[in-house]
């Protein structure tokens, strides 16, 4: 079966976030972009699915500025065999995402999509939910576990309260979440092969699909810093000023 | 045009968290002076479709009754949602594993986009939401007709479980997919309060150094009537499961005191539990950036420190 995956260019996780002087978002010039580390585990699940042999093609999709080549080189580097870029200078919003990737869908037609269960830029935690409700396909969000059953797929997802197993008729969504799997790094001679592996770019114009976002952002602010309070000297005056001072414990 | 607040269910209860949502929801209402509905879906859904009547300022349950929507699978609960959709101007439910699992459903088929998160109400249309791990806070404004919105339980008091005594109307079913299929579930059994629910937590992190050193944890917590919590590093390695782990890809939490045991205090943890209203940090290292949003600090081996502790508590 054939596999499509969401990789999404992001401010590197460890970058220190700094929002702008004038409150219109953060700070991104100068700064270190990687995969969105949700999206490495989306991609690692499908290269392991293609190692057990249940998968014949990696595609490797990523929607954005041009510089998002570099994330799809990534995930070919790690062995995606294909990937496709829709180029575009719009803030696309979830919605837009999947409705783009639906288009690419429609036409690639892949049993199996793999996307991160959110970006660690804006959090939303939408696109892949939104992408199966407009397919009307299966969900498993948040998964710890995909097993390849007969005709569908049984998952494992990460739920408040421990953990969940659904089963899904194929074609299906997954969502991954962060124990699936450890992401491999990609060696140098697969970084140089990728180099040369198929990366069609597209606009989300030839998809026919319109991406004007839905949500304005008025201002983006720092939250509330906490200052750092006092040094106990023991147990005893912790307790005591816990109890007499914060008034927290009994 | 009404609120629609989707409560969260689980094992015939009604989950806490369906009482912060409702709190949002009465924040967007306040201006807008309309009635807040309530939809409980779940299989002999009776119960707490009477725990639903009893929550204050809530004018009607709407009540779904079928086995489909016992384990709350999105695809079921987000076909349901829709087909109740037309005439609410929001729609809202928890940011918990249920309502970020349903929500965005909802508003892919009703061709809105879905608010996460918000943490705060300026107006009907406008919501302030974390981004970035809690590094920065949005102010975001929609342009869609219908608000699909995700409360993150944190940023509002939950309101009374009891006192009201809302009208039910059990609302008819439509079709639902039948694609997926609920296998099983394990969830952790415990005496203690949930993480987030629970007024005070005390977490370890990697300085606990083994699973079995977490009983030191346990008898503290169980002495102030505590939640166990964890950090994401005590989780990967093995101590204690993941339903425990409190950080950005685990619960936010903000409890009236959250003591941090071992734990050095990385961004991804800070963003799930700075929030709480006393934070105390016990560590070894005294440089750790725990301390720096720590109201009371304890520089000490915490295996000397939380035995103390537990002896501290007793005297009183």
Not at chain 1, 9 to 26: E, L, Q
Not at chain 1, 202 to 212: F, H, K, N, S
């Amino acid at each position: 079966m054939k596999i499509l995956v969401g990789v999404k260019r992001v401010v590197d996780y460890n970058v220190k976030i700094r929002v702008k002087a004038d409150n219109t978002g953060v700070e991104t010039a100068n700064v270190k972009f990687s995969m969105n580390p949700f999206d490495e585990i989306a991609v690692e699940e499908a290269v392991r699915l293609k190692e057990a042999g249940k998968v014949s093609e990696i595609i490797a999709v990523s929607l954005g500025i041009a510089q998002s080549q570099d994330t799809i080189r990534t995930a070919l580097a790690m062995g995606a065999d294909r990937g496709i870029l829709v180029q575009t200078d719009v803030d696309l919003q979830p919605l837009a995402v999947a409705k783009l990737l639906k288009a690419i869908i429609d036409k690639e037609a892949p049993s199996l999509v793999l996307l991160g269960k959110q970006a660690i830029d804006d959090d939303s935690n939408q696109t892949g939910q939104m992408l199966a409700a407009l397919l009307d396909w299966p969900q498993g969000t948040f998964a710890s576990k995909i097993t390849v059953t007969g005709d569908g797929i049984e998952v494992i997802r990460e739920v408040d309260g421990g953990l969940e197993t659904v089963a899904l008729t194929l074609p299906a969504l997954v969502t991954t979440d962060l124990r699936l799997n450890e992401p491999r790094y990609a060696s140098l001679p697969n970084i140089m092969k990728a180099k040369k592996k198929q990366l069609d770019v597209i606009t989300p114009a030839d998809l026919g699909v319109d991406v004007t976002p839905r949500l304005t952002t008025l201002k983006v602010e720092e939250p509330p810093k906490r200052k750092a309070g006092i040094k106990v000297a023991d147990v005893a005056e912790l307790v005591n000023r816990l109890r007499n001072e914060a008034k927290v414990i009994p | 045009m009404s609120l629609l607040v989707i409560a969260e269910v689980n094992g015939g209860a009604l989950k806490s968290a369906t009482l912060n949502t409702v709190a949002a929801a009465q924040a967007i209402a306040q201006t807008t002076g309309t009635d807040i509905h309530i939809l409980v879906a779940d299989e002999n859904a009776g119960s707490i479709a009477a725990a639903a009547q009893a929550i204050p300022g809530i004018a009607k349950v709407l009540v779904a009754d079928s086995a489909a929507f016992a384990h709350g699978l999105a695809e079921p609960v987000a076909a349901l949602v829709v087909s109740l959709a037309g005439g609410y101007s929001h729609i809202l439910a928890p940011s918990t594993t249920f309502g970020k699992n349903i929500l965005p459903r909802v508003a892919a088929l009703l061709d809105v986009a879905q608010i996460s998160d918000i943490v705060k109400v300026i107006a009907p249309d406008t919501f302030v939401r974390p981004i970035y791990a809690g590094n920065a806070l949005a102010t975001v404004q929609s342009a869609d007709s219908v608000k699909v919105i995700t409360v993150r339980g944190t940023g509002f008091d939950a309101v009374p479980a009891d006192g009201g005594s809302a009208a039910v109307e059990t609302v008819a079913i439509p079709a639902l997919p039948t694609k997926s299929k609920f296998v099983s579930q394990q969830l952790a059994k415990s005496e203690r309060p949930e993480l987030t629910a629970a007024k005070i937590i005390i977490s370890g992190g990697r300085g606990m150094g083994s699973g079995e050193n977490f009983h030191l944890i346990e008898t503290v917590a169980d002495k102030l009537g505590a939640a166990v919590g964890a950090s994401r590093a005590a989780v990967d390695s093995g101590f204690v499961s993941n339903d425990l782990q409190v950080g950005q890809t685990g619960k936010i939490v903000a409890p009236n005191l959250y003591v941090a045991v071992g734990i050095s205090g990385a961004i991804q943890h800070l963003a799930g539990m700075s929030g709480s209203k006393v934070i105390v940090a016990i560590n070894k290292d005294e440089e750790a950036p725990i301390f720096q949003v720590a109201d009371y600090g304890l520089v000490g081996d915490l295996f000397q420190v939380l035995p103390q502790l537990s002896q501290e508590l007793d005297k009183h």
